[in-house]
């Protein structure tokens, strides 16, 4: 099956930090824009940060700008998501996903996200 494979969620206080990551299963990165995005109850899902694999060049969501930091590793078969200064607002399932236009550019509009994977669980509580 062609998803990703998030891990790294769980259960941190409010200040705290968390480190995401997401791996492709059945496929491979290339030069693609990878999105992580978040998901809480009740509330649309919305794309917190981007990386391109093509240049480099991130995004990041004003929720989440100068707390939030998307990477890869050198082979670039992996995108973490180091989360730091958390708070309760930051409580969401949190997915990878790719365009499904194969787009190298950041930020993944919304609509052409895919290669969904099961997420990973973010509770921010004390």
């Known amino acids: 099956q062609v998803q990703f494979v998030e891990s790294g969620g769980g259960l941190v206080q409010p200040g705290g930090s968390l480190r995401l990551s997401c791996a492709p299963s059945?496929?491979?990165?290339?030069?693609?824009?990878i999105g992580w995005f978040r998901q809480a109850p009740g509330k649309e899902r919305e794309e917190v940060s981007c990386?391109?694999?093509?240049?480099?060049?991130?995004y990041y969501s004003d929720s989440v700008k100068g707390r939030f930091t998307i990477s890869t590793n050198n082979a670039q078969n992996a995108v973490y998501l180091q989360m730091d200064h958390l708070n309760a607002e930051d409580t969401a399932v949190y997915y990878c996903a790719t365009d499904r236009h194969r787009s190298t550019w950041c930020p993944i509009p919304s609509q052409s996200a895919h290669n969904w994977g099961q997420g990973t669980q973010v509770t921010v509580s004390s």
């Open positions: 059945g496929f491979t990165l290339d030069d693609l824009a």
């Open positions: 990386i391109s694999l093509f240049n480099g060049r991130t």
